[in-house]
Every structure is written in C-alpha cells, then in structure tokens.
T-cell receptor
Framework: DAKTTQPTSMDCAEGRAANLPCNHS???????VYWYRQIHSQGPQYIIH???NNETNEMASLIITEDRKSSTLILPHATLRDTAVYYC???????????????FGKGITLSVRP | DTAVSQTPKYLVTQMGNDKSIKCEQN?????MYWYKQDSKKFLKIMFS???????INETVPNRFSPKSPDKAHLNLHINSLELGDSAVYFC??????????????FGPGTRLTVL
C-alpha cells in the first residue's frame, strides 16, 4: 500500500468547516483513498472513500486532486463530537488476502473548539 | 443492536496468565480481523480470518492464537501474558474481500493491562 502523510494535528471552531489534508504522492492507479476516524476510547469508524472523483456522504466530502497525489477530507460543519484522530489510508479496493488489511499511520488529531 | 461486540471491555491480569478475548459480529460478514493499538496509539493488524480460514498472520508471537468457531466469531487467546501485551485490542469485520463494499466495522475494543 502507498504511504500517506498527514499533519500531526489541527483545530477548528465548532460550526466551521474542517479541512483535513493528506498526501499520497506514490498512489497507484488502482488504489483508493479511504478515511477512517477514531474518537477517543472507541474503535475506528469508516467515513468515506474515493478513487478520483469527489465523493460526498452524510458524514463528509472527499476532494481528490486531479493527479491523485493528495486529497482533503471536509467536515462541513464540525461539532465537538468530531474531535478525533483521522486516518487517511490508501489501498486497493476489495483487496484480498494479505492486502485486505488496513494499514494505519499516525493520523491527524482534529480538535474542535467551542 | 451492536454490530461488532467484544468481551470483556477491560481485562487486568498478571504476567504469565492465559486469557481470551471474544468477538462477535451480527453483520453477516465473512471476514474478521484483530488489530492491536499500543500505548503510542499505533493501530496494527494482527490476524484476519475469512469464513473461518486464516488469511493474515502478521509477525505476532505464537503465544497469540486466534480461533474462529464460525464466521460470526473470532476469539483471541493469549498464553503466558507479558507486560508488552498491554494494549487495546480491536476486532473488526468486513464483507468478503473482493466485494464492492469492503468497509471494515470495528468493535469497541478490549483494554488489556498486564501487571
């Protein structure tokens, strides 16, 4: 799996948009960008994934650059409950065998302030 | 209804003991995983089972032995516990690898403390 790099931490004000960047300059053509988050003392939670088109669901939007070397996760209206560690992961979708695992990096700690 | 459940939530034990952590998923998934999160918060895969068959076995001491009695359960047994085994262990499940939707769903974790 390609490696990803994320800032260590960031914060944003409650109600504002949180834009979380991720670099994945060595991503392969068949690799997707996945985002998971881990709220304190809980298990990781899936947020969204995409290949090259922008994606949106009820939780967030994912913007992937045209060259696919970086992406941004957008939480449009951050709340205090969005305070968590956010992981950007690159992997082949539907990978089988040993590649079916998720390889977590250090993630970015998002702190939402009142 | 809890999708992926683990028991116990907390486990405190002495060095040298043998303990088990249980995991159950009611999502009808075929694949289950064990991840370990150490004190530095790094999450790493340990094992995965696909329909009761071992698929992934990362570099984990053989004191750790996963057991899958059926595809809804994946238990983790640890022999001769050591201080370094102290961590949070997460179980996860997903549909069959290769399926269109391969989101992994995680349990709440089991915090193991070895004294």
């Amino acid at each position: 799996d390609a490696k990803t790099t994320q800032p260590t931490s960031m914060d944003c004000a409650e109600g504002r948009a949180a834009n979380l960047p991720c670099n994945h300059s060595t991503i392969s053509g068949n690799e997707y960008v996945y985002w998971y988050r881990q709220i304190h003392s809980q298990g990781p939670q899936y947020i969204i994934h995409g290949l090259k088109n922008n994606e949106t669901n009820e939780m967030a939007s994912l913007i992937i650059t045209e060259d696919r070397k970086s992406s941004t996760l957008i939480l449009p209206h951050a709340t205090l409950r969005d305070t968590a560690v956010y992981y950007c992961i690159v992997r082949v979708k539907g990978a089988t065998g040993a590649n079916s695992k998720l390889t977590f990096g250090k993630g970015i700690t998002l702190s939402v302030r009142p | 209804d809890t999708a992926v459940s683990q028991t116990p939530k907390y486990l405190v034990t002495q060095m040298g003991n043998d303990k088990s952590i249980k995991c159950e998923q009611n999502l009808g998934h075929d694949t289950m995983y064990w991840y370990k999160q150490d004190s530095k918060k790094f999450l790493k895969i340990m094992f995965s089972y696909n329909n009761k068959e071992l698929i992934i076995n990362e570099t984990v001491p053989n004191r750790f032995s996963p057991k899958s009695p059926d595809k809804a359960h994946l238990n983790l047994h640890i022999n001769s516990l050591e201080l370094g085994d102290s961590a949070v262990y997460f179980c996860a499940s997903s549909q069959l690898p290769g399926a269109y939707t391969d989101t992994q769903y995680f349990g709440p974790g089991t915090r193991l403390t070895v004294l």
